[in-house]
């Protein structure tokens, strides 16, 4: 069995971790004088912002469980130089790996688009190319799930409340859990800031934080006891593990 946990600001025993693909793409154009002669010129730039805009308004119609993230981290050089090339990079999510590759398709799709409506020659280069996803969503088993909530009330944690699991962010642990048993609780440390932020990053350093943190590490070790000591509980894991990983499977 493989076991993580992770800070946040609520206490979620088997968040939605969604599955993930990113890609990278490289318009092509051509530079000319953007004062002189900016007619035999084509636009980079352009096919950037294109995709860009198409990814925005293609929003409204997601799926609420779906996302897509972009930004273009290279758009020219100087204003006076029509740009000739132009990069993005592009991040995709949903709940399994089908609907990555869904999106996956739109995105092509898109950038596809742009090029042909700039005039621009485009390469799109996904981290995944022989599977849907990068990072697939995590398979919380069960079993595992209400041992670790059991040993966990048990230390009487001083922000015990547990949230409705709700969509977060994006791991490998998915892959993981598509071969193991696995799990992968969120816990509060206390705080008001939602995690990968500077305020985050503040209250993870305090001490209420840290006893936070210390309750969930034993928590999970007590889980790590019972799975090596009882041979009849890691039967009923693994059988749990099968039956969803085939359920995940069929979607």
């Known amino acids: ?31 000319a004088h953007a004062g002189a002669a900016p007619w035999d010129g084509v636009n980079a730039l352009d096919a ?14 997601l799926r609420p469980d779906m996302r897509v993230h972009a930004v273009i981290t290279d758009g020219g050089v100087k204003p006076s130089i029509v740009p000739e090339t132009s990069t993005m990079l592009l991040q995709v999510r949903a709940t399994t790996d ?8 739109k995105l092509t799709a898109i ?37 670790y909530r059991k040993h966990w009330l048990s230390r009487k944690p001083q922000f015990a409340e547990i949230v409705e699991d709700r969509v977060l962010v994006s791991t490998d642990m998915g892959n993981v859990s598509y071969v193991v048993p696995a799990i992968h609780p969120m816990f509060s440390v206390g705080g008001t800031a939602h995690l990968h932020t500077r305020d985050f990053t ?43 990983l085939a359920s995940a499977k069929a979607v």
């Open 1 to 31: 069995v493989c076991m993580m946990v992770h800070p946040d600001l609520e206490n979620m025993l088997a968040p939605i971790i969604l599955a993930t693909n990113r890609a990278t793409v490289t318009f092509t154009g051509r530079a």
């Open 48 to 61: 950037a912002v294109s995709a860009y805009t198409s990814l925005s308004m293609m929003r409204q119609h």
């Open 202 to 244: 503040a209250e993870a350093m305090t001490p209420k934080a840290h006893a936070a943190t210390r309750c969930v590490s034993k928590s999970v070790a007590a889980v790590g006891w019972d799975v090596l000591t009882n041979r009849e509980l890691l039967k009923e894991i693994k059988d749990c593990f099968q039956k969803q």
């Open 111 to 147: 950038v596809q688009a742009a090029a042909l409506a700039t005039g621009c020659e485009y390469e799109l280069e996904y981290q995944a190319q022989d599977r849907a996803a990068h990072y697939s969503n995590v398979i919380h088993n069960t079993h595992l799930c209400n041992l």
């Open 98 to 105: 089908a609907q990555v590759a869904v999106l996956k398709d």
